[in-house]
Nanobody, 116 residues
Framework: QVHVVESGGGLVQAGGSLRLSCAAS????????MGWYRQAPGKQRELVAS???????NYVNSVKDRFTISRDNAKNTVYLQMNSLKPEDTAVYYC??????????WGQGTQVTVSS
């Protein structure tokens, strides 16, 4: 059974950094794309960043130049390096993995809280 597990969330002051990890139970080459989503209280879940099996990346405008998504194929892990964090980045961050078949897998989420 395929699953993905996030880690690395926490409480940080504005301007600080965190690195989130998403570890998959299978080779991440089996996923067409992996991404990080976030959901703040009262808001819809939004895509923050994604990376394809060919390492093409995409970011929502609000995090460009601050966040970096990357992958370590040997560790079956995708990372989200978050720098210059702002209070508006506060949310639960979810890892998503989409197989070529279209099947989606979600992690349980990790809380990121940025204090002002």
């Amino acid at each position: 059974q395929v699953h993905v597990v996030e880690s690395g969330g926490g409480l940080v002051q504005a301007g600080g950094s965190l690195r989130l990890s998403c570890a998959a139970s299978t080779t991440i080459f089996s996923f067409r794309v992996m991404g990080w989503y976030r959901q703040a209280p009262g808001k819809q879940r939004e895509l923050v960043a994604s990376i394809t099996s060919g390492s093409s990346t995409n970011y929502v405008n609000s995090v460009k130049d601050r966040f970096t998504i990357s992958r370590d194929n040997a560790k079956n892990t995708v990372y989200l390096q978050m720098n210059s964090l702002k209070p508006e980045d506060t949310a639960v961050y979810y890892c998503n993995a989409k197989q070529y078949s279209g099947t989606n897998y979600w992690g349980q989420g990790t809380q990121v809280t940025v204090s002002s």
